[in-house]
């Protein structure tokens, strides 16, 4: 008889829970796999891209799904990474669980001050608010110099591959494996979110606040709801940051980081989880094709050094102006296109 | 007493380059209702072109001229060939428009001009000047950029309250369907207040280059205090946010003076303040909708 | 003629070609006989090596000269016969000088592009996000540019050496002159508020009594707004100001006190002080008169032969070698320092023999001590010490604002311990200009 696929495919289609862990186990699985295959230094740029996407992810939340825009998540992700840094500092041996959790905490309780600060706020608003954010508060970390050290920043030792690894495991590998199941669970959990409640309550306010207010969803509380969330996976994403990068420095947390943030939810189509991984690979892969440009063509390095930026630049300003919707969506139309395409095939050729 | 009169003085020229980015923001506001984000870095790029005209063996009063020149042009294209035709999509696209344009000028300056900091003349000396036996903490460059901002800022009233321009322009603003059907090219008008306004943020752009050194990210700390001060004041009012930047430019030097890291996190804090009272800015006519 | 005998034809005159060129080929290269893939980065016939610098940023102007001027030099050892026939290939990255850029740069080197060690690598802050990563993987860390003690931790960080001399033992020396030179004059004290400043200031503390110390004022390269920090100095009355500062801040430091028309006698550590550098930034200031105007009077320090000083055999020659192989550089102290630098590399790695590994390069530069190179002092590597060179002289810059003028004896001393006169001989440069041993 065989099994029947058919049936299996129906019975997760009504569980997104199940739905979404099966896809998580696969791809970590896929990724486990891999990871011995490539060199240690494509699992470093794999755990950098687990980063990013774990931030993106709540970024494209706020942004994409509750239609809130933030150019301060950088500023986010600096509470992660130095809750983290401070913990290790503290106690080198703390279980990463632990640390990740508390950094997650912090951030989502500054989301949760600054949401509420800004909640009133809309448009451009709210965007200056945000970029205000991303500006001044690294400037803490400079200013209480003795608890954060300054620019110098917070050395933070890479998570210590587990003896039963053996000795020969390498820590770019093990960092990727952390990095990887943190941005997973990341994605289930969100995942599951905007299927909910929640996520409804999200969109509903993005698509019409009046609406949503004559449904009973209090406007107020859901953005700040939302930022709370994306402020948690940027938090996330900070402490991943921290490990990743070996070190937190205000330098590491400038207006760039959180415009490359909002790259990565453009490239990949706000309101996309699976679009966030995609913008988060073209962050950590575009500096290296451009290097490897560089070096090809014996570039001076004022260009070479600033091609990659250019092109988040002006790919920002394309997608704009051609691709509203982004890669995810770019795919989902292209896919769309496939199938009636080919189902018109069909029709044709049963029709003779 | 010293101290104060120095930094209040300070605090204002200061605050006058900001009150001129806000209001290059707040002029663009009006027009399309858009928040150019990438004004400072369409600054930055002119004053290098300025710096390079220098560089040629030009004087300093025609490369002046020159990045203002090129401001207008720039502003102009800008508006014309990356804005008008997302206008009309969601607001977002604009704001992440003028966030990649930011981001692509402040790229692509360093590959034509090379990425060294530079330095930039100023138009008069930058030492304080000496009535008879008095040091004054003003210096004649001070008093130049204090001039600039407040005979641009001259101008720009006459412009919209005595000239057929200004009208044409503001009645674009309040309502272009009624412009349209009186015949006016609101296209056009549009396109011209870009460019003011990318004019007035090149102007900013020279004034602020010389005490900031040239290097791609120098406007950035202009462009969001001038863009607080313009919420400060309304984003609908341009008197409202040339006082806003004023009023930031004090602030900011005393607070500056006081601690100097904590400068931008003080602006943080007065602008989450006063938009927590006031959503829509201290000046604002408009009342937000409350729902 | 029919195909198959062109091709015949064609076949024969490529194998000749081939044949011709390989043997060329195999006698140009009878200097790598021997040669062995001993180690990552080496093979038969190349070494590659790699560095962080800052070419953009604050920190760029003057720094960004540095590694272009190293590999002036490395071509031109490459051009007359390299390091046991390998050509040294320089591999150098920007981080604009932001320590969160330098981690995954370094990692890109190491694991990418698989350099045989680190040289040269620019930056206190920088270097330090990264030096713990170098040694836990055991890769050659050489020369750091920064004189911080950092480097000099043995037992901790056995594969990093220094090269320029430490910022204590600079701060020492330099507050010695203060002392005896300047005595009686009110101090104040402006450094980069990071391992950088804090050694340097600990140098001068040691000399200086804490009496004549006025103001203390310091500053990040995050915030070029040190307005109120120079008119803080200048209303402690501070006659003479000390600064470890990167040349951008002291530029902004010089202008900034020239708009408070406040003119103290400024004393800058080597690394922030190269008057053809600061000329430049300052030169939209100084209209008419030379770039140079708030820049006389300076007062420095020097571990190599003076930059200006035409005569000095090093500094022909080096000012030749940078002419032909780096035309577009200028002659200033910064260039003069990267190919100093790269001389130190050529003598580690040629005293390190013909096969070397990351161990031996690290165990020859703590065994056997390099002479003769460029230094006007010698290096204190030891197996205890990853100290660099062990001492300066002081000079002044002169009213054109470029030439400067020792002023002292040249002084070596430790992080502890007194200050002595070093009484060696000048050396000369070899007849070919690459280290012989």
Not at chain 2, 124 to 143: M, N, R, W, Y
Not at chain 2, 147 to 158: E, F, P, Q, R, S
Not at chain 2, 226 to 236: K, N, P, V
Request: net charge positive.
């Amino acid at each position: 008889m065989g099994i029947r696929w058919g049936s299996i495919w129906q019975a997760l289609g009504k569980r997104p829970l199940a739905r979404h862990g099966l896809l998580a186990v696969i791809v970590a699985a896929a990724v486990l796999v891999l990871s011995y295959q490539v060199s240690a230094y494509t699992n470093y740029e794999v755990a950098g891209v687990a980063v990013f996407a774990t931030a993106a992810a709540g970024l494209t939340v706020l942004t994409g799904v509750n239609g809130q825009i933030s150019l301060g998540h950088g500023a986010l992700m600096a509470v992660g990474a130095y809750t983290t840094s401070l913990l290790l500092e503290w106690q080198t041996n703390l279980p990463i669980v632990l640390v990740m959790a508390a950094s997650v905490a912090a951030a989502a309780a500054a989301g949760l001050l600054f949401g509420v600060a800004a909640s009133r706020l809309r448009g451009p608003y709210l965007a200056g608010v945000t970029l205000a954010l991303a500006l001044a508060l690294p400037q803490l970390a400079l200013h209480f110099a003795s608890i954060f050290r300054g620019e110098q920043g917070i050395p933070v030792t890479p998570p210590s591959v587990p003896g039963w690894l053996g000795a020969s495991f390498s820590g770019e590998q093990w960092l990727a494996w952390v990095s990887v199941a943190a941005a997973l669970v990341t994605m289930v959990l969100l995942a599951n979110l905007l299927r909910s409640w929640v996520g409804r309550s999200l969109r509903a306010v993005r698509d019409d606040e009046v609406a949503a207010v004559l449904a009973g969803i209090h406007v107020g509380r859901t953005q700040v709801m939302a930022f709370v969330i994306s402020s948690a996976c940027a938090g996330l994403g900070g402490s991943l940051f921290a490990y990743w990068l070996g070190l937190t420095a205000p330098g590491g947390f400038s207006v760039t980081l959180s415009l490359q943030l909002l790259i990565a939810i453009v490239i990949g189509g706000m309101g996309s989880l699976v679009g966030a991984v995609w913008g988060a690979i073209f962050l950590i892969l575009l500096p290296d094709l451009t290097g490897s440009l560089a070096t090809a063509f014996n570039l001076p390095s004022s260009i070479g050094n600033n091609l990659p930026l250019a092109i988040f630049g002006a790919v920002l300003v394309l997608a704009m102006l051609a691709f509203p919707r982004g890669v995810q969506g770019g795919l989902t139309s292209l896919g769309g296109f496939g199938r009636s395409h080919w189902r018109q095939r069909r029709t044709r050729r049963e029709s003779g | 007493m010293h101290t104060l009169l120095v930094l209040t003085v300070e605090g204002l020229v200061q605050g006058s380059i900001y009150a001129a980015v806000a209001l290059a923001l707040v002029l663009i506001w009006r027009a399309t209702k858009v928040i150019n984000f990438a004004q400072g870095a369409m600054a930055m790029f002119t004053t290098y072109v300025a710096w390079l005209a220098i560089q040629h063996g030009l004087s300093y009063w025609a490369a002046f001229g020159i990045a203002l020149i090129c401001g207008f042009a720039l502003g102009a294209v800008v508006e014309r060939v990356l804005v008008r035709p997302v206008e009309t999509a969601s607001p977002f696209n604009v704001v992440i428009l003028t966030l990649g344009l930011y981001l692509f000028l402040e790229a692509i300056a360093p590959m034509i001009f090379g990425g060294s900091v530079r330095s930039f003349p100023p138009a008069f000396a930058i030492t304080g000047l000496e009535l008879g036996k008095v040091q004054v903490p003003l210096s004649g460059f001070d008093l130049f950029t204090f001039g600039c901002v407040a005979g641009a800022l001259l101008l720009l009233t006459l412009l919209f309250k005595r000239t057929n321009l200004g009208l044409r322009m503001r009645a674009s603003a309040f309502s272009p369907e009624v412009s349209r059907l009186l015949g006016i090219r609101v296209g056009r008008m549009l396109t011209t207040g870009w460019a003011l306004a990318a004019g007035l943020g090149a102007l900013a752009g020279v004034l602020i280059a010389p005490t900031s050194l040239l290097q791609p990210t120098y406007m950035d700390e202009a462009f969001i205090f001038g863009f607080t001060g313009a919420i400060l004041g309304g984003l609908e009012s341009p008197w409202g946010s040339v006082v806003g930047g004023l009023a930031i430019g004090v602030v900011l030097t005393f607070v500056g003076y006081l601690s100097p890291d904590l400068e931008t996190f003080a602006g943080l804090i007065i602008l989450t303040a006063i938009l927590m009272l006031r959503p829509r800015g201290l000046f604002s006519r408009q009342r937000e909708r409350r729902v | 003629m029919k195909p198959t005998k062109t091709l015949k034809w064609v076949g024969l005159a490529g194998l000749t070609a081939v044949l011709a060129a390989g043997s060329a080929t195999v006698s140009a290269a009878s200097g790598t006989a021997g040669n062995r893939a001993s180690a990552p980065g080496i093979t038969s016939n190349s070494i590659t090596i790699g560095s962080t610098q800052p070419l953009t940023g604050l920190a760029a102007p003057g720094y960004d000269e540095i590694a272009p001027a190293s590999k002036a030099y490395f071509e031109y050892v490459n051009a007359h016969g390299g390091v046991f026939g390998r050509k040294i290939k320089y591999d150098y990255l920007d981080d604009g000088y932001n320590p969160s850029q330098t981690p995954p740069l370094t990692r890109q080197l190491v694991l990418q592009d698989n350099v045989f060690g680190i040289f040269s690598a620019l930056g206190t802050p920088t270097h330090l996000s990264v030096v713990s990563y170098l040694n836990a993987e055991k890769v050659p860390d050489l020369f750091v540019s920064s004189g911080c003690n950092c480097w000099n931790n043995v037992a901790k960080d056995p594969w990093t050496f220094g090269w320029q001399p430490d910022y204590t033992i600079e701060g020492k020396i330099l507050g010695q002159y203060v002392k005896q030179h300047l005595s009686g004059e009110q101090v104040g004290y402006f450094y980069q508020d990071d391992e950088f400043g804090i050694d340097g200031v600990k140098g001068l503390d040691n000399q200086l009594s804490a009496s004549s110390v006025v103001s203390r004022q310091n500053y990040v390269t995050t915030n070029i707004n040190i307005g109120a920090q120079i008119a803080a100095l200048q209303a402690a009355g501070a006659k003479v100001v000390v600064l470890f500062s990167v040349p951008a801040f002291t530029a902004l430091a010089l202008l900034t006190a020239a708009t408070l028309n406040y003119h103290p006698t400024w004393v800058v550590s080597n690394v922030g002080s190269d008057p053809k550098t600061l000329g430049g930034l300052l030169s939209s200031f100084s209209k008419g008169a030379a770039g140079g105007a708030l820049v006389a009077g300076m007062i420095s320090d020097a571990y190599l032969p003076v930059v200006s000083d035409s005569s000095n055999g090093w500094i022909k020659l080096f000012k030749g070698i940078v002419q032909k192989y780096a035309p577009s550089l200028p002659w200033d102290g910064n260039v003069l320092y990267g190919v100093s630098q790269a001389y130190t590399l050529v003598q580690a790695l040629k005293a390190a023999g013909r096969n070397p590994t990351r161990a031996s390069v690290v165990k020859i530069l703590e065994t056997r001590k390099l002479t003769g190179g460029p230094g006007l002092v010698p290096f204190g590597f030891s197996k205890k010490d990853h100290l660099g060179y062990q001492g300066v002289e002081v000079v002044k810059t002169g009213a054109d604002g470029v030439t400067q003028t020792p002023l002292t004896s040249i002084y070596v001393t430790g992080n502890q311990g007194k200050i002595t006169v070093y009484k060696g001989k000048a050396t000369k440069p070899g007849s070919s200009g690459v280290p012989s041993n």
